[in-house]
């Protein structure tokens, strides 16, 4: 892709030159086990949004690396309440992403896959109508879907009460889904954490304060810290800070 506004490594390894994008490639490169990788974005007091939406935190740099990780994943994971307050369309990729993943042996899209407890998900999404690749969607054993779901989308029935989510993403390894990249929400993180199954967060901290209002990027039920050491620090040339923290 063209290359914007650049983005530099702070630590480890200082480096003044600008990253291309084979560099950032290796930089958040597909694991050798099973992985699953958070993506998110939160202003310098923690916000989640700004005026409802995460699109008023993101700038260019934070745009390229999150199409990057979409590139590197077998299946991008996100709540039904993300997918349709974002608006998410279908998951597609520029040809020259294309063309890396056809390469490195993977499906030319990654494949979408949507939590949802109660299957309030309308067909008609574009996320849904226009995928590219048929999406699944993990849900409760009893949850009743709408009509017309069943025609656009996969359903992966695990939990009774609440999906469960360690029993879904096991379920995916088995499919070769084995590099997972989470876009949200709060919930859904919050979820993730307290069942200890984040191996890995991706944080672009944008240059602003956001006020009081927003939530942060995780909520639920109280859970156990979990540790995630520090691996990388790049920072754009409009201020944005972009880490990674991943279990060893």
């Known amino acids: 892709m063209t290359v914007g506004i650049p983005i530099r490594r702070l630590w480890p390894e200082p480096s003044t030159q600008p990253l291309d994008d084979a560099t950032l ?35 260019e740099p934070d745009k390229r690396v999150f199409s990057l990780l979409r590139m590197l994943c077998d299946a991008l994971v996100v709540a039904a309440g993300t997918l349709r307050h974002e608006g998410y369309r279908a998951v597609r990729l520029d040809e020259a992403r294309r063309e890396w993943r056809r390469a490195n042996g993977l499906a030319a899209y990654p494949t979408l ?27 409760r054993a009893d949850a009743d879907p709408p009509p017309g779901l069943t025609d ?46 984040v191996d890995e967060l991706c ?23 979990r540790r995630l050491p520090l691996r990388h620090v790049l920072a754009a040339d409009d201020g944005v800070l972009m880490l990674r923290h991943a279990r060893g």
């Open 25 to 59: 490639t290796a930089l958040y490169r597909r694991a050798d086990t099973p992985r699953l990788r958070v993506n998110f974005v939160a202003s310098l007091d923690g916000a989640v949004s700004v005026d409802g939406y995460s699109a008023g935190l993101s700038g």
């Open 113 to 139: 896959v949507v939590v949802s407890g109660s299957l309030d998900l309308d067909p008609a999404q574009a996320a849904f109508a226009e995928a590219p690749v048929r999406p699944i969607v993990l849900t």
């Open 152 to 197: 656009v989308a996969d359903l992966l029935r695990c939990g009774t009460d609440r999906v469960d989510l360690a029993a879904g993403l096991a379920d995916l390894h088995g499919r070769g889904l084995t590099q997972l990249l989470c876009e949200g929400g709060p919930h859904l993180l919050g979820a993730l954490t307290a069942a200890d199954l």
């Open 203 to 225: 944080l672009t901290v944008a240059p602003l304060l956001a006020g009081s209002g927003a939530g942060r990027i995780t909520a639920g039920d109280a859970s156990a810290p």
